[in-house]
């Protein structure tokens, strides 16, 4: 069968309302046509000790899928969890959305890490498609739909190690991988992915700086190239910052996207803002685009920004969907 660049990303989405319907009644995010969800991403501040806290947030905020990260999964499943060490603090003069420096380990910290890593190692090789199943079955209990994974590859990952991720996606059934990673990644990845049959979609940054990342229009097209099933997971924020419209690259690519991740950033490199609609990211422009042209894609939901004082990551979130659904209306 011939399938055109339209027909691969609607092939990618299809089945999902299908594939929940013996399970729960979902909960329905679906705005005038288009798919709201979020990326667990959004929920690590919750995730630990009780990674269901994040099932939790999905349903107390309304959100009937989910785009989970591979760490998550893991959690959920119930891998040994690794050594979790306090960040340095924050320079006095940082900015407040400034990233934190890396911790600096002691060697006792770095022997406990090594320790943690080779017991997860050890418990990933006792996973298999039942595995995921059962994370999947949380999820679907609960009214939420897992329709991505999201698995970061890193340049220093074995070809087993790239094979795990597909085979966790396959075992939750997710339509897709999203992946942050670099070009050389991405050529490596494309064919897997054109093997398992399954759509990738890189995510992008603003580091336009580095022609190893996704980030220039350029990088786009390259990945693209490297294999059939390489798409773009397009992270509308981002995309601005780096001083690209997201509204025309939707309209010419739509048929590669996996999702959006929706956030509000600054052009010119700028920052994360807590209200969304007072940043430059074209969000209501986008969201209208997808309502217009019925695209199947979901748009997802990722909150980085530093949380005020005084407010949560649930208050956040439920202020961040109930501007989506503003910008819908």
Request: hydrophobic share 40%; proline share 7%; aromatic share 8%.
């Given at each position: ?35 709201i ?40 499943a ?13 320079p ?10 890396r ?7 770095i ?115 490297y ?5 773009i997971?397009?992270?509308i ?19 590669k ?7 509000d ?35 997802n ?27 819908l209306?």
């Open positions: 069968m011939n399938i055109n660049r339209r027909d691969l990303g609607r092939l990618a989405f299809a089945s999902v309302p299908l594939a929940h319907a013996l399970g729960a009644t979902r909960i329905n995010s679906v705005i005038h046509g288009v798919r969800g979020a990326i667990t991403y959004s929920f690590n501040r919750i995730a630990a000790p009780d990674p269901e806290a994040i099932i939790r947030a999905y349903v107390e905020i309304g959100l009937g899928e989910a785009e989970l990260m591979s760490n998550h999964c893991e959690a959920l119930g891998a040994p969890p690794m050594p979790a060490f306090r960040p340095a603090p924050r006095p003069a940082a900015a407040p959305d400034a990233p934190r420096p911790p600096q380990l002691t060697p006792e910290q022997a406990e890490r090594k320790a943690a890593e080779a017991k997860l190692a050890e418990w990933r090789k006792s996973t298999g498609p039942n595995t995921w199943k059962a994370v999947t079955k949380k999820f679907n209990d609960a009214g939420v739909a897992v329709s991505l994974l999201c698995y970061n590859m890193r340049d220093s990952m074995s070809d087993g190690d790239i094979e795990y991720g597909f085979a966790m996606a396959r075992g939750l059934g997710a339509k897709a991988i999203t992946t942050s990673t670099t070009l050389t990644m991405a050529k490596r990845i494309a064919p897997v992915a054109d093997r398992h049959k399954l759509l990738v979609g890189y995510h992008g940054h603003d580091a336009t700086n580095d022609p190893n990342q996704t980030a220039t229009l350029e990088s786009y097209d390259t990945l693209m190239a294999g059939k099933y390489n798409g997971n397009l992270d924020g981002h995309f601005t910052a780096a001083g690209y419209d997201a509204v025309a690259f939707i309209r010419k690519h739509h048929a996207i996996t999702n959006l991740h929706v956030k950033r600054k052009k010119n490199h700028g920052p994360n803002v807590a209200v969304w609609g007072t940043g430059d990211t074209p969000i209501r422009q986008v969201l209208q685009l997808m309502k217009t042209e019925k695209y199947p894609f979901p748009a939901l990722e909150l980085e920004y530093p949380i005020p004082e005084g407010s949560d990551i649930i208050a956040e979130a439920k202020k961040c969907f109930a501007y989506v659904k503003s910008c209306a």
